[in-house]
């Protein structure tokens, strides 16, 4: 067995200190940076859910309102404005509404979200550590104006039915922000589900909320066992990756779990070359393998982050492939209720009718998304 030696920050309970003490107001967050009046104004004006960690908040520029970090976490009144997002995108994309396309005979609990035959999303709760302006699930998490009932139990109930799942995957909000009782739980329940094959973890907390990783929750997560366990993490800039975030991630994979990271293209944050490079370089200096990079999401409120649909193949030819090793590149893709979609030319891309991209899945799904200007 693995011995594992645990840093002074990731002892049980720092990590509910930090989500205690969440920068969630104008008072706590003036301790990390000069708040400018556009920052005041949407922090006072938008009725939506915000915050951060202690810890990630102090990675802020003080003085900088284009830091990248600032941008993904503090409101912008540019969140009113909505000429690409579709309304009730979450039930839209995620098949919320729709059961016969998979033979289904009855709706979906809330907490199960799917587009793919073998495989489920198993959303287990709607809040963060902190909280991503551009989320694609805003309207449950960010808004809160979609009411999903995230029960376990009855997602479990539904997965054992469903012989045909192999795959889940274990997502939020950040499911690492439920109690190690509750993770072990559910860990514990999938695994005696017969005909699932793994499990995934997407969460955002190795770089938001280090201090979570901790002892205890790595023993949970790292048993040996047939069913193995995936983590993706969410990493979008080079600023995001500490030594703690370094720390954190050896930690994970000595455990025995893989990690991915799950990125978007996000306009004025790593949308150039130089930043996208290193962005990705970095993660492999720490040991997490590129994964994908997503087209932001058709979500309302979140135009002002949606590059053009071409940035991201764009900046994988000029900046990853040739440019550096091959482990960098990730896969380029679009989210639909389809499934995920390489946005790759000649292929995936089947037209471009000026104001709207034809797309066509790997199972020859044909949906279409908006041409985005420069």
Same mark, same amino acid.
């Given at each position: 067995?693995?011995?594992?030696?645990?840093?002074?920050?990731?002892?049980?309970?720092?990590?509910?200190?930090?989500?205690?003490?969440?920068?969630?107001?104008?008072?706590?967050?003036?301790?990390?940076?000069?708040?400018?009046?556009? %920052? !005041?104004?949407?922090?006072?004006?938008?009725?939506?859910?915000?915050?951060?960690?202690?810890?990630?908040?102090?990675?802020?520029?003080?003085?900088?309102?284009?830091? @990248?970090?600032?941008?993904?976490?503090?409101?912008?009144?540019?969140?009113?404005?909505?000429?690409?997002?579709? @309304?009730?995108?979450?039930?839209?994309?995620?098949?919320?509404?729709?059961?016969?396309?998979?033979?289904?005979?009855?709706?979906?609990?809330?907490?199960?979200?799917?587009?793919?035959?073998?495989?489920?999303?198993?959303?287990?709760?709607?809040?963060?550590?902190?909280?991503?302006?551009?989320?694609?699930?805003?309207?449950?998490?960010?808004?809160?104006?979609?009411?999903?009932? /995230?029960? &376990? %139990?009855?997602?479990?109930?539904?997965?054992?039915?469903?012989?045909?799942?192999?795959?889940?995957?274990?997502?939020?909000?950040?499911?690492?922000?439920?109690?190690?009782?509750?993770?072990?739980?559910?860990?514990?329940?999938?695994?005696?589900?017969?005909?699932?094959?793994?499990?995934?973890?997407?969460? *955002?907390? #190795?770089?938001?909320? @280090?201090?979570?990783?901790?002892?205890?929750?790595? %023993?949970?997560?790292?048993?040996?066992?047939? =069913? #193995?366990?995936?983590?993706?993490?969410?990493?979008?800039?080079?600023? !995001? =990756?500490?030594? *703690?975030?370094?720390?954190?991630?050896?930690?994970?994979?000595?455990?025995?779990?893989?990690?991915?990271?799950?990125?978007?293209?996000? *306009?004025?944050?790593?949308?150039?070359?130089?930043? /996208?490079?290193?962005?990705?370089?970095?993660?492999?200096?720490?040991?997490?393998?590129?994964?994908?990079?997503?087209?932001?999401?058709? &979500?309302?409120?979140?135009?002002?982050?949606?590059? @053009?649909?071409?940035?991201?193949?764009?900046?994988?030819?000029?900046?990853?492939?040739?440019?550096?090793?091959?482990?960098?590149?990730?896969?380029?893709?679009?989210?639909?209720? /389809?499934?995920?979609?390489?946005?790759?030319?000649?292929?995936?891309?089947?037209?471009?009718?000026?104001?709207?991209? *034809?797309?066509?899945?790997?199972?020859?799904?044909?949906?279409? =998304? #908006?041409?985005?200007?420069?």
């Amino acid at each position: 067995m693995y011995e594992l030696k645990m840093e002074s920050w990731q002892e049980e309970g720092q990590w509910q200190e930090q989500i205690k003490n969440q920068v969630n107001t104008l008072e706590k967050l003036s301790q990390y940076i000069d708040i400018t009046p556009d %920052e !005041e104004k949407a922090i006072k004006t938008l009725n939506i859910r915000w915050g951060t960690t202690p810890y990630y908040a102090s990675l802020m520029d003080k003085n900088n309102p284009d830091c @990248p970090i600032r941008k993904m976490v503090i409101p912008s009144m540019k969140e009113n404005e909505n000429k690409y997002g579709i @309304p009730n995108y979450l039930v839209f994309k995620e098949n919320r509404e729709k059961t016969d396309r998979f033979g289904e005979n009855e709706k979906r609990p809330d907490s199960v979200a799917r587009q793919y035959d073998d495989r489920v999303a198993f959303t287990v709760t709607d809040v963060c550590a902190s909280y991503c302006r551009y989320c694609f699930r805003r309207e449950a998490i960010i808004d809160q104006e979609l009411h999903l009932r /995230f029960d &376990a %139990e009855e997602g479990l109930c539904w997965i054992r039915k469903h012989e045909e799942i192999r795959d889940v995957l274990i997502t939020g909000g950040d499911p690492l922000m439920l109690s190690d009782d509750n993770i072990k739980y559910l860990i514990d329940s999938l695994r005696s589900i017969p005909h699932l094959e793994m499990i995934r973890i997407h969460t *955002k907390m #190795p770089n938001t909320c @280090p201090h979570r990783i901790t002892k205890n929750l790595l %023993e949970i997560l790292g048993r040996e066992h047939d =069913i #193995p366990i995936w983590m993706n993490v969410h990493i979008n800039h080079p600023k !995001e =990756i500490t030594d *703690k975030t370094k720390k954190v991630i050896w930690d994970i994979i000595r455990a025995g779990i893989n990690v991915g990271n799950q990125g978007v293209v996000l *306009k004025g944050i790593n949308d150039d070359v130089d930043t /996208f490079r290193k962005l990705h370089q970095k993660l492999l200096s720490v040991r997490i393998r590129p994964y994908y990079m997503f087209h932001c999401q058709l &979500a309302r409120g979140v135009d002002h982050f949606r590059a @053009p649909v071409e940035k991201g193949a764009e900046l994988i030819r000029d900046g990853i492939r040739g440019h550096t090793t091959g482990l960098a590149q990730p896969m380029y893709v679009v989210a639909t209720n /389809f499934g995920k979609i390489p946005l790759m030319p000649d292929y995936y891309i089947l037209g471009n009718g000026g104001t709207k991209y *034809k797309l066509q899945s790997y199972k020859k799904d044909i949906t279409s =998304i #908006p041409h985005i200007p420069e």
